[in-house]
């Protein structure tokens, strides 16, 4: 199976940086996602990760370190509208279309 | 909008009672998904179809669940003499292609409440 670990709550200004981190054991991997969910609303891609590395995407970035079973993904340039709950999810290595999700970070941004 | 919509939004059920909850998901996509999502925690898989074929339910909590896509398209997840502990969140996706390809689209999932 797989073991996710995900702090469950940060707090961060307008306009700072917030670092989410995501460290997982799995028998294998085969791909990292990050996912956005605002309460009450549906879970909303934001990034994948499958080879070591940083991606950058707008004011989002995800990185992967596979040797260490770790992911962060870096908010920039905070706004009120990013609090939400994150979510690290990574692919089962031998059920690809298997998801296993973090219990989630929330992020609250204020003012 | 073109994306997955879930029905109802909320439902209240009697200890006991069957529910049926629906998924629309978009339009042309071979994979879909369910998920269970307790109140704080992320997301359980549930099954998982692709076209009309269940190919893994093993996360099924019990056989008092059952899902069916009989044409490919719209999903329902039925659930059986409801108990306490089916209350959570259900979560419906869908992938264009294979799964494993593809980043999964969520609905806004059904409120499941359980008295």
């Known amino acids: 199976g797989q073991n996710i670990d995900q702090p469950t709550e940060m707090t961060a200004t307008e306009g700072a940086i917030v670092q989410i981190n995501c460290t997982y054991q799995t028998s294998g991997f085969n791909g990292l996602f990050w996912y956005q969910q605002h309460a009450g609303e549906a879970p909303t891609f934001l990034s994948y990760?499958?080879?070591?590395g940083l991606e950058e995407k707008g004011r989002f970035s995800s990185f992967l370190s596979r040797s260490k079973g770790y992911s962060y993904l870096l908010l920039k340039e905070l706004q009120m509208k990013d609090s939400a709950s994150y979510l690290c999810?990574?692919?089962?290595?031998?059920?690809?279309?298997?998801?296993?999700f973090g219990a989630g970070t929330t992020v609250t941004v204020r003012a | 909008g073109a994306g997955v919509s879930q029905s109802p939004r909320y439902k209240v059920a009697k200890r006991g009672q069957d529910v049926a909850l629906r998924c629309d998901p978009i339009s042309g996509h071979v994979s879909l998904f369910w998920y269970q999502q307790a109140l704080g925690q992320g997301p359980e898989f549930l099954t998982y179809?692709?076209?009309?074929?269940?190919?893994?339910k093993s996360g099924l909590p019990s056989d008092r669940f059952f899902a069916e896509r009989p044409e490919g398209s719209v999903s329902t997840l039925k659930i059986q003499r409801t108990q306490q502990e089916d209350s959570a969140v259900y979560l419906c996706?869908?992938?264009?292609?294979?799964?494993?390809?593809?980043?999964?689209?969520f609905g806004p999932g059904t409120r499941l409440t359980v008295l």
């Open positions: 999810a990574v692919r089962d290595p031998s059920d690809d279309y298997k998801l296993s």
């Open positions: 990760n499958v080879l070591d």
């Open positions: 996706a869908s992938s264009p292609g294979l799964a494993g390809v593809n980043e999964q689209f």
């Open positions: 179809f692709q076209n009309e074929a269940q190919l893994d």
